[in-house]
C-alpha cells in the first residue's frame, strides 16, 4: 500500500512541503542530506512534476539497500501514480535495472532513488525520459521549479496503485546474456564483491542466466546480501581506503581477477589476480578493444582526463575517438550524435550502444571475459602493456581558496609551449612526451589533477610535484 507514506520526521505527503525547497537539485540529479533536504515530500513532488513535464503515461521506479530508500520510493511511487501516470515498481534493484525497464518499453519516466557512494546519511534521486535517455537541462530545471511550486496542472488522482515489476530482472539478464557469447567467456574463477549493497541478488541472477547459455566461470561473492547498515562502509571502490578488503579476497579466492561494485552497480572495478587495483583508464583500453574487435570501425566516446591508452587501444583496432566533456548527460548526447558503441569514463562509468547508450556496471565485467578469452592472457599481463607504455598519477585532489587563481598559473605555466591545450573539459596540456588535465569540483573547494606520459623517458611523479608547486603557489 502506498498510503500513509510519511516522511523522515513522521509527516504525511499531505503536510505543508519544507521550508527548504529544492536545495538537493544538482546539476542533473537530486542528492542530499536526509532530514535536511531530503523527504518523502520531495520525493512525492519531483515524481509527480517529472510526470507532468514529460507528459510521461508510464514509469518505472527503484531503489537501491539504504535503509531510507525504499521509503522515499513508495513516495516517489505515490507521486507517479497521483500525477495519473501508470507505475511500475521494480522493487530493490540497481540504477542500470531501472535504465533497461525505461528502454526496453520505452517508458516516458525512469526514476530511482539512489546516493550511490554518498555517505549513509544521503540519499538522492536519478531520472531518466523516454527510452532511458538523459534528461535535457530545460526538463530538468521545470521539473525542479515545478517541485518547488507544487502548482500541478491537474488535481491529484489518489487511488492508483503500482504494478509490480518482478519479471523485469530476467528480462535484463537475458539482454546482457545477448550483448555477448556466454560460451566464448572461458572458465575463470572471478572473485566479485557486492560491498553490501543493491548488486548481489542481480548478479546472482545475471550469473545463471549466463551458466545457462554455456558459460563456464566459477564465481566466487563475498558481502553479496544487501545491508543497509554497509557494515564495511559504504561501497565505493574509487577510495583506496576501500580496495583493500577486495584485494584479499581475490588473493583468498586464487581469482583470476576481482570485481568490485559500487552501491547502486552502475560502475563495476577491476582487480587482477594479485588484488592490484586496475585504473580506470586501462580499464576504458580495455573495453574499447574489446567493442572493436566485435565492431571494427566504431566509433568510441572518451573523457579529455587521461587519455594516451585510450586513444591508441581506439586508433589500433582502426575505431573512430570521440572526445567528450566528462558527465552522463555529455558522454550520453555524444553517444548517441556520433552512434557510438561505447563510451567510457576515468570514473568507472562505461556505457554502451546496445544498452540504450547508458551506463552499465554488469557488461565491462562480461565483455572483459571475452576478450581475455579471446587474447589468451590475463587480465594483469594485459593491462601491464597498456600501463608500461602510458603511465598516469591517478587523480589527484587539491583543496584550493581560488580555483580561478590555481588555473591561471597552471596555464601561464604551460601554455605557450605546449603541442595542444585543449578546455574541453578543464585545462588539458599536451606538451608532447606527457600531459595533464585540470578540472574544477562543481560542488567543492577543489581542483583535480591527472597527469599521464608515454613510455618512461619522462617521470609523471616529477611532472606532478611540479604541478603542485605551480597550484600551492598561485595561492598566495
Known sequence: MLDG??????????????????????????RGVIGENLTAGLYYRAARAAVEVLGAHAACVGFDARATSANFAAAALRGVTEAGCKSISLGL??????????????????????????????????????????????????????????????PAAPGARAVAGTPQREA?????????????????????????????PTL???LRELQSRGA??????????????????VPNPLLPEMRAATARAVAEAGADFGVAFDGDFDRCFFFDASGQFVGGEYVVALLARATLRREPGASIVHDPRVVYAVREAIEAGGGVPVKSRTGHAFVKAAMRG?????????????????????????????????LLRSSGSSLSALVGEVSASFA???????????????????????ASHAAEVDETDGLSCDMGAWRFNLRASN??????????????????????????KIIGDSQG
Open 172 to 200: 535484463y539478464a537475458a539482454h546482457l546474456a545477448d550483448i555477448v557469447d556466454p560460451k566464448a567467456m572461458g572458465a575463470p574463477r572471478i572473485l566479485f564483491d557486492c560491498g553490501s549493497g543493491a548488486a548481489g
Open 216 to 233: 563456464e566461470m566459477d564465481a566466487v561473492t563475498v558481502r553479496g546480501n544487501p545491508d543497509p547498515t554497509f557494515p564495511d562502509g
Open 392 to 414: 598516469s598519477s591517478g587523480e589527484i585532489n587539491f583543496e584550493v581558496d581560488s580555483k580561478s587563481a590555481a588555473f591561471d598559473a597552471a596555464r601561464s605555466a604551460y
Open 443 to 468: 560542488t567543492e573547494n577543489l581542483i583535480r589533477l591527472n597527469v599521464e606520459a608515454r613510455g618512461a623517458a619522462v617521470s609523471v611523479g616529477d611532472c606532478v610535484a611540479k604541478i603542485s
Open 204 to 206: 546472482q541472477v545475471l
Open 5 to 30: 507514506v510519511t516522511n523522515s520526521g513522521g509527516e504525511t505527503l499531505g503536510d505543508v512541503f519544507p521550508a527548504f525547497g529544492v536545495s538537493a537539485f544538482g546539476a542533473y540529479d537530486v
Open 338 to 370: 556520433r552512434g557510438a558503441a561505447y563510451g567510457g569514463e576515468l570514473s568507472a562509468h562505461h556505457y554502451f550502444r546496445d544498452f540504450y547508450n547508458c551506463d552499465s556496471g554488469m557488461i565491462p565485467w562480461i565483455m572483459v571475459l571475452e
Open 93 to 154: 534493484c540497481g540504477t542500470e535495472e531501472v535504465y533497461f525497464a525505461a528502454g526496453s518499453a520505452n517508458l516516458g519516466l525512469g526514476l530511482m532513488v539512489t546516493a550511490s557512494h554518498n555517505p549513509l546519511d544521503y540519499n538522492g534521486l536519478k531520472l531518466v525520459g523516454p527510452g532511458a535517455r538523459p534528461l535535457t537541462d530545460q526538463e530538468f530545471k521545470r521539473i525542479r521549479d515545478l517541485t518547488a511550486s507544487g502548482d500541478f496542472t491537474a
